[in-house]
Structures are given as structure tokens and as C-alpha cells.
């Protein structure tokens, strides 16, 4: 089946009826077969009451007491639903209500016991929506009658049976391999997968880059389809490309990226900069206009938005569109291309006078990498200027820079503007973090140059997707203010607008979250409050960066402030976006090559330029420029006719959701395959002793951060053989009993590489040295007891180290 339960329930909102034909198109049902299976589908959820037929089309049954969630289990079998509405309660599923669902799939609950104050309402699963797990990471075994292969993720709780396919399952015991799901569960029959692909032993670890595919179930090719689909596109430029269009071939045009190599990131942004006189600029920001050339439910849009973004496997890239795409797309050098621009005129200070965004024609002149963006922004430095900077960033000299020298002046310009910006985003609370930045760790650590490779960092929400990350070299704020200016500025036009589209949110930290950390923060030493007792506003953490800043802890309060924060979402609803200080709405518009909910926010802006009214009827004599901010205050009629506005609020409303997920997924593998060459450069390094900070502290133990590598490791408390150790919540410590020896939160310690799990990246550290006496007036905490706390249905997810 090409699409899920989700995505056909997706289309329905509200109590609208939707036609077959409808649901054919908006699903992709081309021939007899998928539409035959459609109405198979349809007709099973009519008779489970899900769906209702009323003169030929369809409505969606809402119930109070049913919702929809994502099932989250824990390796010792608890279960619950999470609901994707904000502060909704998650829902505790016993084993046996489960009715097949494992772990990740988005299901359809039937609350059948409210919650209490101590205890999570109960449910259970009614339908299963979409299976995350068409494939898994397993191990194969030989049972009584044939083969089984037991998943690697503990939180699947079953064994799959093995289908024979060509495959030496004799061969296969023992071995890790990719299994491919046949057939879910059905009533007592197991699920029953195939061997894809047998990635080796213990003794002969397979390529992270497979595992962490298989994993995730990622998908590593384009079907012939789409790529054909591909090949169609135009390679050169035609007079009707052209036509309304604004051109800018002839501005002196530049793009700053990532390292220059084949398998880098595609080019989606580029600058200009025009004195305009009397302290004011004339900036422009062009991202390549992708949307152009991708129609709406065409292969390579269904592709696009089943991938939902891009993911960066250290040298491989897992693109969204085929390279095709982007030979036509991104913003290559000497080359005409297609751009959406937002043009800006700025005065000197970082203030944003006007601004008008068009459709336009643009030719880049120079392409620069940070490097050499931040060599000339500092050759005029002093020596002594320069002495300062990390030297973990190589720079080229001014000798290799002479190919840039038309554009040196426009780079200082542009430096000096992105940090008058960059003025104006703190002015208004917003905030760096300083976090160790992992985009070049080769020249950090030469020896660990073959297990940690580049990893790619978007431009506009730093390496966390939620907030800005201080990074080492200085030039590359001018493309991260410029791109986060350019994303806000286009959410305040669509609001201006007032049509649809998909905005960032980023929510505050729940106040109680951050009077924890206070209190924890207060026992460190550190004398923090918050404006507002029960409100967390943008500021406050800003004046907890500066505080942290001057502690010799800066790094573990960092990391805690961190673990605060909120998930950042896409979301149908303009909302508050916690990380950057802004209230009133934020986008993602910058990387349409590489995110969808880029590309969607283009194809409104073309809805714009191509279908909006510009009056409010023909009879008006005044009217507005769309394009141009002149226009925010003074729109009171629906810009887009009602057939495209509606088309495309419902298209956003069922696919957000998905978005945010597949955004998740891909930061999961990421940090899975970082993890896994960890794994691997720390097994080399079994018995060797390192320094290390200790970055948390829990019941079993506590974790070390070795910072020279970026790797941490967990040192369980039953290595401690010198005494008994407590463990204070509150101070976030182990004391022993006896000889009042402590170790906690952000004390430097000696550690040795004890064993390393490497399929599961956990590194066993024990201590050798470090840890500090406990002070006299040190009172111990009250004793919970494990028996206490299982208590309650309510167990949190179990970490790796449970």
C-alpha cells in the first residue's frame, strides 16, 4: 500500500465530506490496483466507525474519548501513547490492550479509564495508523522450528520469524541483520520478515552507515519513477522562465557554505549588497526557487514530502530530491538561476526600514566557504587580534584569496551589518549558547579523524534546530543572522497576508522545569531567578547564559539549561518561537533543497505572485503590492481565492505532523551514527585513562564527558568499591557513607575505558581519580526506594542504562 492510515485519515477535517476521486488524487492512486485498494481501506474503516458514507463520499467520525498518538514503550514493556496536542496527557497502554502496535507507531486510542492526579489515564489501541518499523536492526537465531531474528531495539518486544529467501539462515545465527517486515502480527500468528541484507558479527562490526540506515529504516535510493520524473526537468534556463520575474544577474552576487567538496550540502542562498546613501543598505537575501520546478503531487513532491528533509550521514547524504533537482536548483557559480528574494533596506544599526519579496533571476559571482568568508572579514586584524581566534580552524592566506578580492569590501559590509542584527535579536532577548561545535572535528583531534566526519549544520537555527549556537569562526554569523532576518521577515508576510502556511514554533520551558534547575543551579553556588515566578520569558535565559559565562562550570549548566527546552515543531498556527525571542511568528524559508516545509512556504509565495487579489474587489480603485511591506495593516479581504486557500490549509494541516516527525528521525540517526563512531574509536581505547567532566549525576551513577573527544561515558555506581554512595537529587550528587568522598555535577574526575557496547553506544567508564570531600553541614535526602516507585503506572521511558 503506497499510503498509510494516517495519511488517507489526514484528509479529513472537521465534519467535511470528501469524494473517492479525491482522496485518489490527493493519495496518488493512478491505476485500478491502488484505487481498488483504496476503497478496500474505505470500506474497512466504515465498518469500524472511523468513517461514516453519506451520499457517496466520506466524513470522519470525531469521538470525545478516542485520540490519536505515537506509541512510546519502554525495554521493560510499558507503553504510552503521546498525543501531539500541546500539554495533552499521555495515555499508559497495558500489554495486552496493545492489539499488535509496537513501539513508534501512530495509533488510535479509545481512552477507556481517566487519569488521576497520581495515575495516567488508560487505553487502547483501536487502529493502527502507520507502522514506524517496516524493517528492523535485529539478530538471527535458530529456534525449534526454523529461524527468528530478535530486534536490537529492546523496546520491540517480539521476535520476528524468518522467511526463507535465498539467504543461508544457518549461516545468518549470530549475525546482525536487516530484516524486512512480510507481515505485521495477526491474531497468534508472529510477524514474519526476510533477511535484506546479513551486516555481520560481533567480530566483524558492519559499516555504521548501514546500520544506522537499516536502523531507521532510511530510504538510500529514488524509485526509477521519481528519478525519470527528474530527467524531465529543463538544464538551462527558457525565455519563459523569465517572464515576470525581477533581474538581478547583474549585482555582484555571493554565496558562503559549508566545505567545498562534492558530497556537500546543495547551495540554497546567496547575498547581495547595495549602498544606498544616507546610512542605509540595500540587502538582498536569494534562496534558489525550487518550488518552480516541483508540482504539487507530482513523484518527486509525494517523494519530497515522504522524506521530509534531508539527512547528513557524515560524507553520505540521504538528499529529499534527486541530485537532478539540484543541478537545476542550486545556486551554483556563473550560472543563471531561479530565486525567490527578500530585499531589504537596512539602516546601518541592523533596523529593517521596508522590505518587498519577488520573484526573481540571479546569477552568483564568487562562492566562498567560511574560511575564507572569515580570513577576509580578519585581515586587517592585528596579530594580536588573531592570536586570539581558535587555531582549530585553519584559514587560507590573503595570497589564495586574490580571486575575491572584488567582493572584500561587500564581505566587511555584510559582517558588520549581520552583527548589528545580531544586536537587534539580543536587544530583544534572544540568546547564544556556547557549545563545543562539531562541524570540523578533524583538525580538533587528528586522530580521530576517521571515526568522526563533517557534520552539517543548518544556517538558521544553529546544530539544536531550536535556538543559535555560538560558533568558533566569527564569519559565519553573517549567513545565520541573514537567514534567521530572512525567515522571520517572510512569517511576518504571510501573517500580513493572512494566508496559509507552516510556521516554526518553539515553546517556552515549563516554569517548574526551570525552578528545578534553579534550585539545583543555587545549590552550585549560583545565585539565578526567574522575572516572573511562573512565567519563563526569553530574557531570563539570557541572563542565565551571561551568569553561566562566568562559572567554571559553564559547560554542565549549559547542558542543563539545554535540557529544558522544548522540542521546536512545525505547526498550521503562527506561535511563539522561544529560542530566537520572537512572538509573533517564524518560518522556515532559507533551505527548499533540503527541508519540505521550505518548499511549501514557496509554493504560497507563488500562490501570491500568480492568484492574489491586490484590491478587495475589481470595482476598488486602491490598491496594495502583495510583494511589498507597504501593504501589512492594510489588507481586509482574503488574498487568495477560496478553492486555493482551502487546498492548501488542508494540505498543510495533514502534513505538519509528519514534518516535525521526519525532522526527529533524522536528527535520531544522525546522533546514532556520531554515536556509533564513538563507539568505535573508544574501543580501541579499552584501559586507557582519560580526563572528564561529570555532566549528570543519577541513582545507578553518573556520566563523564571526555571533553577532548566529545564522548561520554556512564560510571555505574557499583564500580565505586571504596564505599556506599547516596545519591542526592537535589544537589545532583554521590556521597559515600563512610569516608564522605562525593562526586558531582560538573566536578573533573580521572576515568579508564572499562567496556564498550558498541551496537547499543555504551561506554562503561570507571573512575580512577577526582571526586572531592563532602562538607560536614552536608545533610543526606530522604530515601526513595525502587519498590516505592513502581508504584505508580507512570514510569518514564527507561535510558540506555537502566
Not at 496527557?89 to 501512530?106: F, K, M, P, Q, V
Not at 559499516?207 to 529514488?222: A, N
Not at 585553519?394 to 552583527?419: A, G, K, N
Not at 573533573?748 to 555504551?762: F, G
Request: hydrophobic content about 40%.
Amino acid at each position: 500500500m503506497e499510503f498509510s492510515i494516517a495519511e488517507l485519515l489526514a484528509n479529513f477535517t472537521d465534519d467535511k465530506l470528501v469524494a473517492p476521486k479525491a482522496l485518489e488524487k490527493k493519495l496518488n492512486c493512478k491505476d485500478e490496483t491502488s484505487q481498488r485498494l483504496l476503497q478496500i481501506v474505505l470500506d474497512a474503516l466504515e465498518k469500524a466507525n472511523i468513517l461514516v458514507r453519506e451520499r457517496g463520499k466520506y466524513r470522519r467520525i470525531f469521538e470525545d474519548d478516542v485520540v490519536e498518538g505515537k506509541l512510546r514503550c519502554s525495554s521493560k514493556g510499558f507503553c504510552f501513547a503521546i498525543q501531539d496536542v500541546e500539554g495533552s496527557e499521555d495515555i499508559y497502554i497495558r500489554e495486552s490492550h496493545l492489539n499488535t502496535a509496537w513501539n513508534g507507531d501512530r495509533v488510535l486510542v479509545k481512552v477507556t479509564k481517566e487519569g488521576t492526579r497520581r495515575r495516567s489515564p488508560e487505553g487502547e489501541v483501536r487502529l493502527i495508523l502507520d507502522r514506524a518499523n517496516s524493517s528492523v536492526l535485529a539478530r538471527v537465531k535458530q529456534a525449534e522450528n526454523g529461524y527468528r531474528a530478535t530486534p536490537l531495539d529492546d523496546r520491540l518486544l517480539f521476535e520476528v520469524e524468518l522467511k526463507e529467501n535465498g539467504v543461508n539462515l544457518e549461516e545468518a545465527v549470530d549475525q546482525l541483520a536487516h530484516v524486512e517486515i512480510l507481515r505485521y502480527p495477526l491474531g497468534n500468528h508472529p510477524p514474519l520478515g526476510r533477511v535484506a541484507q546479513i551486516l555481520g558479527s560481533d567480530a566483524e562490526a558492519a559499516s555504521e552507515y548501514d546500520i544506522v540506515c537499516c536502523k531507521h529504516d532510511l530510504p538510500r535510493q529514488f524509485s526509477e519513477a521519481v528519478l525519470e520524473e527528474a530527467k524531465s526537468l529543463p538544464t538551462k534556463l527558457r525565455k519563459a522562465d523569465l517572464k515576470q520575474r525581477v533581474d538581478l544577474r547583474l549585482l555582484p552576487t555571493i554565496t558562503i557554505d559549508g566545505p567545498l567538496n562534492p558530497t556537500g550540502p546543495a547551495i540554497d542562498d546567496a547575498l547581495t549588497l547595495e549602498e544606498l546613501g544616507a546610512d542605509h543598505w540595500r540587502l538582498g537575501i536569494h534562496i534558489a526557487d525550487v518550488s518552480y520546478y516541483i508540482e504539487p503531487d507530482s513523484r518527486l513532491d509525494i517523494e519530497a514530502r515522504r522524506r521530509g528533509t534531508s539527512i547528513y550521514l557524515g560524507e553520505n547524504v540521504l538528499r529529499m530530491l534527486p541530485e537532478r533537482v539540484h543541478q537545476c536548483c542550486s545556486l551554483a557559480a556563473g550560472q543563471d538561476r531561479l530565486a525567490v528574494s527578500v530585499l531589504l533596506t537596512l539602516t546601518s544599526d541592523g533596523q529593517v526600514v521596508e522590505f518587498e519579496i519577488q520573484p526573481t533571476v540571479i546569477q552568483v559571482d564568487h562562492r566562498l566557504d567560511y574560511q575564507q568568508a572569515q580570513a577576509i572579514v580578519q585581515r586587517h586584524d592585528s596579530p594580536e587580534d588573531s592570536a586570539t581566534r581558535p587555531a582549530a580552524y585553519p584559514l587560507p592566506t590573503l595570497d589564495e584569496l586574490r580571486e575575491f578580492e572584488p567582493v572584500f569590501e561587500m564581505l566587511d559590509q555584510l559582517f558588520i551589518l549581520s552583527q548589528a542584527i545580531r544586536a537587534q535579536r539580543l536587544q530583544r532577548g534572544a540568546f547564544d549558547l556556547n557549545l563545543p561545535e562539531k562541524i570540523f572535528p578533524n583538525e580538533a583531534n587528528p586522530e580521530l579523524s576517521k571515526f568522526l566526519s563533517t557534520k552539517f549544520q543548518y544556517d538558521d537555527e544553529g546544530a539544536l534546530g531550536a535556538m543559535v549556537v555560538s560558533s568558533l569562526l566569527p564569519a559565519r554569523s553573517i549567513v545565520t543572522e541573514l537567514m534567521l532576518l530572512a525567515n522571520q521577515i517572510v512569517a511576518s508576510h504571510l501573517l500580513a497576508l493572512q494566508v496559509p502556511a507552516i510556521y516554526r514554533v518553539h515553546r517556552a520551558p515549563d516554569p517548574s522545569d526551570v525552578q528545578e534547575l534553579l534550585k539545583l543551579v543555587s545549590n552550585m553556588g549560583i545565585d539565578a531567578h526567574l522575572e516572573q515566578e511562573d512565567v519563563v520569558h526569553p530574557r531570563d535565559y539570557q541572563r542565565l547564559v551571561e551568569q553561566f559565562a562566568e562559572s567554571k562550570t559553564e559547560k554542565v549548566l549549559t547542558y542543563l539549561l539545554l535540557s529544558t527546552f522544548k522540542p521546536a515543531v512545525y505547526s498550521t498556527t503562527p506561535g511563539q518561537h522561544f529560542g530566537l525571542a520572537l512572538d509573533d511568528g517564524y518560518t522556515h524559508f532559507t533551505s527548499p533543497l533540503r527541508r519540505y516545509p521550505d518548499l511549501l512556504v514557496h509554493r504560497v509565495l507563488h500562490a501570491v505572485f500568480e492568484h492574489g487579489r491586490d484590491r478587495r474587489s475589481t470595482r476598488s480603485k486602491e490598491k496594495v503590492d502583495l510583494r511589498h511591506s507597504s501593504c501589512h495593516g492594510q489588507i481586509t479581504w482574503n488574498v487568495l481565492p477560496t478553492d486555493i486557500q482551502t487546498e492548501l490549509e488542508e494540505a498543510f494541516a495533514a502534513v505538519v505532523v509528519h514534518l516535525t516527525e521526519q525532522e526527529k528521525l533524522a536528527q535520531e540517526a544522525e546522533a546514532d551514527l556520531e554515536g556509533l563512531k564513538k563507539a568505535e574509536f573508544m574501543q580501541q581505547h579499552t584501559g586507557k585513562i582519560f580526563h572528564g567532566l561529570i555532566t549528570g549525576v543519577q541513582s545507578y551513577g553518573f556520566f563523564v564527558e571526555i571533553e577532548e573527544l566529545l564522548v561520554e561515558g556512564l560510571v555505574h555506581v557499583s564500580s565505586l568499591k571504596d564505599d556506599w554512595y547516596e545519591y542526592r537529587s537535589r544537589q545532583q550528587k554521590l556521597v559515600g557513607r563512610k569516608n564522605r568522598k562525593q562526586y558531582k555535577l560538573g566536578d573533573r574526575v580521572e576515568v579508564q575505558v572499562k567496556s564498550v557496547d558498541y551496537y547499543r553506544q555504551q561506554i562503561d567508564l570507571v573512575a580512577v581519580g577526582g571526586g572531592s570531600e563532602a562538607p560536614d553541614e552536608d545533610e543526606p535526602e530522604e530515601v526513595v526506594l525502587e519498590d516505592e516507585l513502581e508504584d505508580a503506572n507512570e514510569p518514564e521511558e527507561v535510558e540506555a542504562y537502566d
